[in-house]
């Protein structure tokens, strides 16, 4: 069940499946797990978004093959279609009624809903007309940096650097005309092209914050995540210029709040100048905390009104519950999010910071692997990657490397034995090829290992390690049809995790710490910043974290990974 926008307690989503191979099967269920970002306790770890997981092996060859080309999603009563397939279904709006069809107006009542759900929080909500907004004191033109502006920067000159509250950035580029079009997301059967419009990010012409009313205050969440420093970075220079003069660091994630033991680390430009040279996080990071109430009375002790919070799917839920107990305790407060997750997995965002590094520094681990597969008698090749519950930077690594001979992602089941198995494949490599190299998601394959049930602090369970399992049953493969193969095994998740942000990302981040102060000083909260057909824009926290982003396997993306392996389905 989902609430309101802003009092997410859960969600319910199941896949509709309809093929004439499997007419008599109507339904997959999905396995349900916990965000795999920070999970705080008590009230905030209610709010966190819910993860979604494939089912494998479970499910007959044939509904596997369905999963992910034909996915409907049910969300607060509506059905969104993906490669449609089930023809007497109908989508119901965010407000729970049933979209008619067969209603002419029907793409335009879609539309306002639409719009209703990415409409951004904003002061003015709560607060009416007792917030007057001001002449921003954002201006690139004019300027001393000597001087003090904080009732604006004095020009006779009107400037043109910046946005309308009415810009906005149109989400979906491709107007798919079939339900079959590889990666089709569809509203309805027909496919009908209906625009869907975003809040385009940047500086507004008018503020609702005086700088040197402003004590703001930036935390990172979850694991660690190449391009944390650089966000951190740009927050505190951009901060800077609008004019405020109080920032502060919170020390190790939400735990910052409530540990006795932490203070708050002052931060300026002069602290956070060369910090974006080293990898990491100067604040550091955690999982868990304290309930969304300590946090806010922290806040509220400390005068803290502009929280800026950097991480995933349950941090930007923390995030969330933290901007509307704001809300509800009528605090000026500005919440916004800035999505950090080095797997790829935020909704509706071309990418994530951290995403391209991880993939360029994955090329080093894959190289080496397949220098010790193609050097070795029979050699075999294995490289985990990142991707608890979506499979990007394997697919991407892989593509990037030309070196993948099988890719194995948490979106595709497959089998280990039998006929069309990844080890009878591998026999066929090793026989043709003489090497193999694998790459593997760190989320595939859980089916094949024991589950402990075990959890870590962000209520997430601990996966198996399907890299060493993979390992074993090859070598025991080779082994009981008297033969060999020499298998190595590599894991550079935490050299990943830990290096510089590339020039890419550094982009990126930069770019989206400018914006998160943008949309904090303009009034918005609740919000996060992200990239949408390679503009930057803001969205509704709620609508980023409804469920995990995943590899479609009907997607074009995927299809060229499968080129690039030549891997047969092993199912």
């Not at 992910?68 to 965010?94: Q, V």
């Not at 956070?272 to 304290?290: A, C, E, I, T």
């Given at each position: 069940?989902?609430?309101?926008?802003?009092?997410?307690?859960?969600?319910?989503?199941?896949?509709?499946?309809?093929?004439?191979?499997?007419?008599?099967i109507k339904r997959a269920d999905l396995a349900i797990t916990q965000s795999s970002e920070v999970l705080?306790?008590?009230?905030?770890?209610?709010?966190?978004?819910?993860?979604?997981?494939?089912?494998?092996?479970?499910?007959?060859?044939?509904?596997?093959?369905?999963?992910?080309?034909?996915?409907?999603?049910?969300?607060?009563?509506?059905?969104?279609?993906?490669?449609?397939?089930?023809?007497?279904?109908?989508?119901?709006?965010?407000?729970?009624?049933?979209?008619?069809?067969?209603?002419?107006?029907?793409?335009?009542?879609?539309?306002?809903?639409?719009?209703?759900?990415?409409?951004?929080?904003?002061?003015?909500?709560?607060?009416?007309?007792?917030?007057?907004?001001?002449?921003?004191?954002?201006?690139?033109?004019?300027?001393?940096?000597?001087?003090?502006?904080?009732?604006?920067?004095?020009?006779?000159?009107?400037?043109?650097?910046?946005?309308?509250?009415?810009?906005?950035?149109?989400?979906?580029t491709i107007r798919y005309t079939s339900p079959t079009s590889a990666g089709a997301e569809c509203i309805?059967?027909?496919?009908?092209?209906?625009?869907?419009?975003?809040?385009?990010?940047?500086?507004?012409?008018?503020?609702?914050?005086?700088?040197?009313?402003?004590?703001?205050?930036?935390?990172?969440?979850?694991?660690?995540?190449?391009?944390?420093?650089?966000?951190?970075?740009?927050?505190?220079?951009?901060?800077?210029?609008?004019?405020?003069?109080?920032?502060?660091?919170?020390?190790?994630?939400?735990?910052?709040?409530?540990?006795?033991?932490?203070?708050?680390?002052?931060?300026?430009?002069?602290?956070?100048?060369?910090?974006?040279?080293?990898?990491?996080?100067?604040?550091?990071?955690?999982?868990?905390?304290?309930?969304?109430?300590?946090?806010?009375?922290r806040m509220e002790e400390g005068g803290i009104n502009m929280l800026f919070v950097l991480g995933g799917?349950?941090?930007?839920?923390?995030?969330?519950?933290?901007?509307?107990?704001?809300?509800?305790?009528?605090?000026?407060?500005?919440?916004?999010?800035?999505?950090?997750?080095?797997?790829?997995?935020?909704?509706?965002?071309?990418?994530?910071?951290?995403?391209?590094?991880?993939?360029?520094?994955?090329?080093?681990?894959?190289?080496?692997?397949?220098?010790?597969?193609?050097?070795?008698?029979?050699?075999?090749?294995?490289?985990?990657?990142?991707?608890?519950?979506?499979?990007?930077?394997?697919?991407?690594?892989?593509?990037?490397?030309?070196?993948?001979?099988?890719?194995?992602?948490?979106?595709?089941?497959?089998?280990?034995?039998?006929?069309?198995?990844?080890?009878?494949?591998?026999?066929?490599?090793?026989?043709?090829?003489?090497?193999?190299?694998?790459?593997?998601?760190?989320?595939?394959?859980?089916?094949?290992?024991?589950?402990?049930?075990?959890?870590?602090?962000?209520?997430?369970?601990?996966?198996?390690?399907?890299?060493?399992?993979?390992?074993?049953?090859?070598?025991?493969?080779?082994?009981?049809?008297?033969?060999?193969?020499?298998?190595?095994?590599?894991?550079?998740?935490?050299?990943?995790?830990?290096?510089?942000?590339?020039?890419?990302?550094?982009?990126?981040?930069?770019?989206?710490?400018?914006?998160?102060?943008?949309?904090?000083?303009?009034?918005?909260?609740?919000?996060?910043?992200?990239?949408?057909?390679?503009?930057?824009?803001?969205?509704?926290?709620?609508?980023?974290?409804?469920?995990?982003?995943?590899?479609?396997?009907?997607?074009?993306?995927?299809?060229?990974?499968?080129?690039?392996?030549?891997?047969?389905?092993?199912?």
């Amino acid at each position: 069940m989902v609430k309101q926008r802003g009092e997410r307690v859960g969600l319910s989503l199941q896949f509709l499946l309809f093929s004439p191979e499997v007419a008599q099967i109507k339904r997959a269920d999905l396995a349900i797990t916990q965000s795999s970002e920070v999970l705080p306790m008590d009230s905030l770890a209610a709010a966190t978004a819910p993860k979604l997981v494939i089912p494998a092996t479970n499910s007959p060859p044939s509904v596997q093959r369905l999963i992910g080309s034909r996915l409907i999603l049910k969300r607060t009563g509506k059905k969104l279609f993906r490669a449609h397939a089930a023809e007497n279904t109908r989508p119901r709006s965010a407000a729970g009624a049933t979209i008619d069809f067969s209603d002419p107006r029907w793409p335009s009542r879609f539309q306002e809903d639409f719009e209703a759900r990415f409409n951004i929080p904003h002061l003015t909500d709560v607060f009416r007309d007792a917030v007057v907004p001001i002449p921003s004191t954002f201006c690139l033109r004019m300027r001393s940096p000597t001087e003090e502006f904080a009732d604006g920067y004095p020009s006779d000159e009107t400037w043109h650097g910046y946005v309308n509250n009415n810009d906005r950035v149109l989400l979906k580029t491709i107007r798919y005309t079939s339900p079959t079009s590889a990666g089709a997301e569809c509203i309805d059967p027909d496919c009908t092209w209906v625009e869907q419009w975003v809040h385009r990010a940047g500086p507004r012409e008018k503020i609702y914050f005086k700088p040197e009313e402003v004590k703001a205050a930036i935390v990172t969440c979850g694991g660690l995540c190449p391009g944390l420093n650089d966000v951190i970075r740009q927050i505190v220079i951009t901060l800077e210029i609008y004019g405020v003069k109080k920032i502060v660091g919170i020390p190790f994630g939400y735990r910052g709040f409530s540990d006795e033991d932490l203070s708050e680390m002052p931060l300026s430009r002069q602290v956070v100048q060369n910090v974006h040279l080293s990898g990491g996080s100067l604040l550091g990071v955690s999982r868990g905390g304290p309930s969304v109430s300590n946090i806010v009375d922290r806040m509220e002790e400390g005068g803290i009104n502009m929280l800026f919070v950097l991480g995933g799917n349950g941090t930007h839920a923390g995030a969330n519950a933290i901007h509307n107990e704001c809300r509800k305790r009528r605090l000026k407060v500005a919440v916004v999010g800035v999505p950090k997750t080095i797997d790829n997995d935020i909704l509706l965002m071309d990418k994530t910071f951290g995403f391209d590094t991880a993939v360029e520094e994955a090329q080093r681990a894959i190289n080496s692997a397949y220098i010790e597969a193609h050097s070795a008698y029979r050699g075999v090749g294995i490289v985990k990657l990142m991707g608890r519950s979506s499979g990007f930077i394997a697919m991407h690594a892989s593509l990037a490397s030309g070196q993948i001979d099988i890719c194995l992602i948490p979106e595709v089941p497959f089998n280990l034995h039998g006929p069309h198995g990844v080890l009878r494949h591998l026999k066929y490599l090793l026989e043709t090829k003489g090497s193999a190299v694998i790459c593997v998601a760190e989320g595939a394959g859980q089916d094949f290992l024991h589950k402990t049930n075990a959890t870590d602090a962000s209520g997430n369970i601990v996966l198996g390690d399907i890299g060493v399992h993979l390992q074993q049953q090859i070598k025991k493969y080779f082994k009981d049809m008297g033969s060999t193969a020499d298998v190595k095994y590599i894991d550079p998740t935490y050299m990943i995790r830990a290096c510089r942000a590339n020039a890419s990302d550094g982009i990126l981040c930069t770019v989206l710490g400018q914006n998160a102060v943008h949309g904090a000083f303009a009034g918005y909260s609740g919000i996060t910043v992200g990239i949408c057909n390679t503009h930057y824009v803001y969205l509704p926290i709620p609508e980023v974290i409804s469920y995990p982003r995943v590899v479609d396997p009907n997607s074009r993306m995927w299809h060229r990974c499968l080129t690039s392996t030549g891997q047969p389905d092993f199912i």
